[in-house]
């Protein structure tokens, strides 16, 4: 069973930064192998993609809405994932979604979810 548990959200004001956390547990692969996701769900709005990290190589690739402002990164000795938000925007505030996504070479894949952490950007 997979758990994922975010952490590092907050009330910042605008032009201030947060980093977010996304540990994950219970996984079956190494957890290198799996593709890894924030997402972000505003009141009344989609959830939409903001940054995406792969396996293996680790690439990595942003919303426009963040690139520039947001970086996703890992940490596989600790199973581990971040998001630093530096420059941060009313527009930013949302619920943000650690997305979890079994390798490519997995037949039937499956994606796992965290619980959220709220982002508020406000003065």
């Known amino acids: 069973q997979v758990q994922l548990v975010e952490s590092g959200g907050g009330l910042v004001q605008p032009g201030g930064s947060l980093r977010l956390s996304c540990v994950a547990s219970?996984?079956?692969?190494?957890?290198?192998?799996?593709?890894m996701s924030w997402y972000r769900q505003a009141p009344g709005q989609e959830r939409e993609l903001v940054a995406t990290?792969?396996?293996?190589?680790?690439?990595?690739t942003y919303a426009d809405s963040v690139k520039g402002r947001f970086t996703i990164s890992r940490d596989n000795a600790k199973n581990t994932m971040y998001l630093q938000m530096n420059s941060l925007k009313p527009e930013d505030t949302a619920v943000y979604y650690c997305?979890?996504?079994?390798?490519?070479?997995?037949?039937?894949?499956?994606?796992?979810w965290g619980q959220g952490t709220q982002v508020t950007v406000s003065s």
């Open positions: 219970g996984f079956t692969f190494m957890f290198s192998s799996y593709v």
């Open positions: 990290i792969t396996s293996v190589s680790g690439s990595t």
């Open positions: 997305y979890f996504k079994t390798p490519p070479f997995v037949v039937v894949p499956r994606v796992d």
